[in-house]
């Protein structure tokens, strides 16, 4: 395996500002980086030069390189001067190695900020984090997505309101969080020793397993509902087989990053007997609730009943040692484990 590509160096901060790099993990989209980092570069040159110097960096999961063109063509239309937008080829597979190479690349940093590629920030995305980070010294911000729809969504779909994601008042403690729109203070991850885990790269749920680590460990995480992006959803995730695909996973991939937080053996064991019979009681009332919304003609209850059968199969599976790897790229999304992964 050839090594990685380093990105260029960054320039030094003046004393008394706080660097922050921002983080695009990108992975064959090249259309959704050309829309993005143009915004990331102009939302960078808004917060306040007194306070912060910020920088925009790609990493690109792609091992032919693909973005290395776009992320050049997107610094000459923003004029982005030396070290202002960065590339670097991250290739082992799997957006745990890709966070982990970011984390490496921010290491000149005191704040990482994460957002997916096929997300696009508000105006004022950046700042509000910056805000709030500065006013509760925190070791996480979490923001809001919100959903951005390519055409008319199913009614099912609608219906069981599988696209809105939450909302509270900034400030509120929170003890787990997505990495789709996320600040880090990385002085304190560093100090606690925290990295993305590897084995949950192609399977998701690596940003759900550290922001629970995170606060374990004793991090603050807070929320910040000022900090707005939108998460532009194709069409070929607005269908059924998507949502309860996804339920399954996401069922999946709870009872492993049990299972990775578990202390010794035996905690394990029970995190599996616990995992199988919440799964199978989630599969049980989905079922239920299911059935009900077929006699009652009720679109939400069907919807909402199905979905929640899925998650508790992908609970019930996971405690049996089933992993599914739903960002697999070699043609195989399953595999068994006989260990705690």
Known sequence: MTAPTPAPPVPAARPGTVRVTVAVPTYRRPEDLRALLPLLVQQAREVPAGRYVVDVLVVDNDPD??????????????GAAEGELRYAAEPTPGIAAVRNRALTEAAGARLLAFLDDDE???PGWLAALLDTWSATGAAAVSGVVLAGYAGELDPWIRAGGFFVRRRMPTGTGIDVAACGNLLLDLQQVRALGLRFEPALGLGGGEDTLFSRTLARA???????DESVVVDRVPAERMTRTW????AWSHGNAAVLTDLRLAPGTSARLRIRASGLARGLARGGGGGLRWGWGLVSRSARHQA????????GAGMA?????LVFEEYGRSGRRWRLTGGHR
């Not at 004793?218 to 910040?224: N, P, Q």
């Open 317 to 321: 599976a996971g405690a049996c040692g």
């Open 304 to 311: 909402r009943g199905l979905r929640t059968l899925l998650r």
């Open 65 to 78: 390189g693909g973005a290395a063109a776009t992320a050049a063509e997107a610094a000459r239309a923003a």
């Open 120 to 122: 696009r920030p508000e």
């Open 218 to 224: 004793g991090g603050r995480m807070v929320w910040c």
């Open 243 to 246: 949502v309860l695909t996804r």
